[in-house]
């Protein structure tokens, strides 16, 4: 579905991507990971157009971005990207309504069928109920999931998310994952997630690809790029990789917070000895 082979980005003299190889296939879930300044929203911005690339190719379905309209591309791919600046005096609705601007002619209105697109967006989104509030009166969670309805509504073939989950709480990132997940089951969707939080990544996704200094340091399942050496070298910081009792997925714990609470049960143990 996504091929990017060879890219190059650079800000100035300053390069950001370096031979950077990524693929997406229907129905897959991949995780975009690394520290900050690494390169990963750079990669979703050059996909979708927004910066230039010096080399290198990207393509959909075998067809290259660069020979891709605006438009057309917006029909196949949406984007959901952290902090969105939504236009203040609109509501939830109106907002997730822009989502089917791609598929209208000049100065059409939505119809009976792009209403109910969008209110099944905004339901699969858990934002329906808020659809009569103003943007600006509604907290940073629930602009997100306006954000993600509006991309819904879009029914793209690829969805690429910045950092979806950076303003939602803990079910509503568990809960905006597995609807990623359930999406690309069940419509073929395909999605590429920048996601810091590893192990948040490691329990919804296909695939992985970590990113170090513009340049793909590993990929693969989650297992296999997940590794405690791989992440102390990128990150530089130590840590333990544990497997989720449950599912195997890789959980990934700081050795620094393992060591503390080594040190508390011994501080309690010892305050608890007669």
Known sequence: MLSVRGLHVSYGEHPVLRGVDLDAARG??????????????????????????????????????????AGALAKRVAVVTQGAVLPEGFTALEVALMGRTPHLRLLQSEGRRDLQIVQAAMQRADCWQLRDRRVEELSGGERQRVVISRALAQEPELLLLDEPTSHLDLQHQVDTFRLLRELCTERRLTAVAVVHDLTLAAMFSDRMALLADGRIEATGAPADVLRAETIERVYG?????????????????????????????????????P
């Open 28 to 69: 897959e879930v991949v995780a975009v990971l690394g520290p900050n300044g690494c390169g990963k929203t750079t990669l979703l911005r050059a996909i979708t157009g927004g910066v230039a690339y010096s080399a290198g190719e990207i393509a959909i379905d075998g067809a290259s971005v660069r020979g891709m309209s």
């Open 237 to 273: 910081i130590a840590v333990r990789v544990l497997a989720h009792p449950d599912t195997g997925r890789p959980v990934v714990v700081p050795e620094a917070a393992t060591a503390a609470a080594g040190e508390a049960r011994r501080r309690a143990g010892a305050g608890a000895a």
